[in-house]
């Protein structure tokens, strides 16, 4: 991929820009069970330079609210359960029922790629601890959002706000955000670039 292709993923009309969701906590949305949130300045002040970012919060989507009591993953037949940790309701069914919704919307709206929250039971990519029924770790998982994000949208770049610090890491993801975008809207190019301007098109702008 040329290197020209990084400076900017922004079109002219902002609506029709790369769209990315985002762990709302992530860009300073106070979401998070204690009412806090977990601000990281790349994502909240530098990505929305180039990208148009689309916030998410499944558990306040889950109508969970601010503040709440804390979840857990917890071992189950099929695979970890979502559950309260304060009184063991398991909102499992809850939540994979809300993240397909979501993750269909997302879809319509041209989502590119998603910047997760790690660690959390809900948004983590795959360090999500899982607990056992005496309430020990048991191993780690996906968080259950992501987990139907995975399966609903295959093949979209993820990426958690850890390993997004880590600049190889975040050109190799912004590098698949865009070539996803291109592949998912052949339009893009020329919105981006111009019939014209793109360099190594034969143009004959400076
Ligand atoms: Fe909401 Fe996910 Fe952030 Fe938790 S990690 S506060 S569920 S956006």
């Not at 607990?131 to 093949?155: K, M, N, Q």
Request: charged share 25%; glycine share 10%.
């Amino acid at each position: 991929m040329e290197n020209s292709r990084n400076a900017s993923f922004m079109t002219r009309d902002r609506d029709r820009s790369i769209r990315i969701g985002v762990s709302a906590c992530l860009i300073g949305e106070r979401v998070r069970y204690d009412g806090g949130h977990k601000r990281t300045p790349l994502i909240a002040d530098v990505l929305p330079r180039f990208l148009c970012l689309v916030p998410c919060c499944p558990e306040v989507g889950l109508g969970l609210g601010t503040p709440r009591n804390t979840l857990d993953l917890v071992e189950g037949t099929t695979g970890p359960r979502l559950v309260m940790t304060e009184h063991g309701k398991d909102y499992t069914q809850d939540m994979e029922r809300w993240a397909s919704a979501k993750v269909e919307e997302l879809k319509r709206q041209g989502l590119c790629g998603f910047i997760l929250k790690s660690k959390s039971p809900s948004c983590a990519l795959a360090d999500a601890r899982v607990l056992d029924h005496e309430g020990r770790p048991a191993g780690f998982h996906p968080g259950l959002f992501t987990a139907v994000l995975r399966r609903a949208h295959s093949g979209l770049p993820l990426i958690d706000e850890v390993e997004l610090r880590n600049p190889e890491s975040l050109f190799i993801f912004l590098e698949r955000v865009l070539d996803f975008a291109l592949h998912s809207r052949p339009s893009l190019e020329a919105e981006l670039w111009g019939e014209t301007t793109r360099p190594g098109r034969g143009s004959t702008e400076p």
